[in-house]
């Protein structure tokens, strides 16, 4: 086994295991899977409740929503809390690190899209070589620390290890890049053009051009809004794929509008290389919501050429831990590919960071 895993038990297994009442923490869809997960399992949930400004009363799953004091009442101290919705608000992660400190407290890893495996001692014994080679090519001990508390956060659902390796989107892209005047800008799933602010921000407004792509309608509408006050920038309302062509979109109008085969509505993708147009493209920056293998087999004529930059989500699906480094490795074998984990409970933003 990986000498870094320091866990051996799952989530699942504890919860099974535990003769503490168990109570869930929230409510939506991550709560009706772990709620459906505790029905099948036979596992009993002594209650559920959620931030004393959302409970008027209501009902979940069967269950009247209370109060945190309420359910302390009730249950005593001595509860295992299970962390049931997704956040990335400071104050809502102050309120889970107090939880975790004042209980056992922990945040099941729910995979966002279906995956024939997620992560289990079973799955780290079987992507051992590859995520040893990872782990021992990643450009420095803060990524290294990340990626094991990461693994050992999504077998064992402990949110300690979550808040331990956390760090600021910004310090990161101030400290591990370097931006100057004349920066061709992909911004590859732009949503309404917050990342393009972002670079911005981080250029003093000085660019040369920017490629900003984002196939939702509603999204891309917000976009080009903030594009009129641009110069040098070009909007694609499309995906991005490993080529030309179209696929099925979910269209949700939120950030995780996705390329899902089963819908009827469909949107245009392309490649990076036939995005780029041309243009030496100095930063990349990929949340493509799962389609970021394709996205980087599309670009490999740019990424070779121009061994941009890149910014690359990489929590999509768990297997990305590892197979997106070793792939961009194998289009630039010199770059140095730092791993970062900023602010969010569950581990939704883990994002590679690849310079030369």
Same mark, same amino acid.
């Given at each position: 086994?990986?000498?870094f895993?320091?866990?051996s038990?799952?989530?699942?297994e ?8 168990i $109570? ?9 899977? @772990? ?13 559920i409740?959620? &931030?004393?400004?959302? $409970?008027? %009363? ?10 945190y004091?309420?359910?302390v ?8 809390i299970?962390?049931?919705f ?9 309120r ?5 400190? #004042?209980?056992?407290?922990? #945040? ?8 024939p495996?997620?992560?289990s ?7 051992? #070589?590859?995520?040893? !080679? $990872? ?7 803060? &990524? ?14 402990k ?11 910004e ?12 920066? =061709? ?19 003093? %407004?000085?660019y ?43 269209d949700?109008? %939120? ?11 469909? $949107?245009?993708?392309? &490649?990076?290389d036939d995005l ?5 493209? &100095?930063? @990349? ?5 799962g ?11 740019v ?24 792939? @961009? ?6 770059y ?6 900023h602010?969010? =409970? ?9 310079? !030369?």
């Amino acid at each position: 086994m990986l000498s870094f895993i320091n866990e051996s038990l799952s989530a699942w297994e504890r919860l099974l295991q535990t003769a503490k009442p168990i $109570v869930l923490y929230g409510m939506g869809n991550g709560a009706d899977k @772990i709620v459906d997960w505790c029905e099948a399992n036979s596992v009993k949930i002594a209650g559920i409740f959620a &931030s004393d400004e959302f $409970v008027r %009363g209501q009902s979940f799953r069967g269950f009247i929503l209370e109060r945190y004091a309420d359910i302390v009442s009730r249950l005593g101290k001595d509860i295992l809390i299970v962390i049931a919705f997704a956040s990335e608000r400071p104050e809502v992660l102050a309120r889970f690190k107090e939880l975790a400190e #004042a209980h056992e407290t922990l #945040a099941p890893h729910l995979p966002l899209f279906d995956e024939p495996e997620t992560v289990s001692l079973a799955w780290l014994e079987k992507y051992e #070589a590859e995520l040893q !080679k $990872v782990y021992d090519g990643l450009a420095d001990d803060v &990524s290294r620390e990340t990626f094991a508390n990461v693994l050992n956060y999504k077998l064992s659902g402990k949110v300690e290890y979550l808040f331990a390796c956390d760090t600021a989107r910004e310090e990161d892209l101030r400290q591990l890049f370097t931006f100057g005047e004349n920066e =061709v800008y992909m911004d590859l799933g732009a949503y309404n053009g917050d990342t393009v602010q972002e670079f911005l921000d981080l250029t003093g %407004g000085k660019y040369q051009h920017i490629i900003a792509v984002e196939p939702d309608r509603r999204n891309c509408k917000k976009l080009n809004a903030m594009a009129e006050d641009l110069g040098e920038i070009t909007v694609h309302e499309c995906g991005v794929w490993s080529e030309a062509g179209e696929l099925g979109f979910s269209d949700s109008g %939120g950030r995780q509008s996705t390329f899902l085969a089963t819908q009827k509505k469909t $949107v245009p993708v392309n &490649s990076i290389d036939d995005l780029a147009q041309g243009r030496a493209v &100095s930063y @990349i920056k990929m949340d493509v919501e799962g389609a970021e293998v394709q996205a980087l087999e599309g670009g490999t004529k740019v990424i070779k050429e121009y061994a941009p930059k890149m910014f690359v989500a990489a929590y999509h699906y768990d297997v990305d831990i590892f197979r997106l480094p070793i792939l @961009i490795w194998k289009l630039v074998p010199e770059y140095k590919i730092f791993f970062r984990k900023h602010p969010y =409970v569950p581990a939704w933003e883990l994002n590679f960071l690849i310079t !030369k």
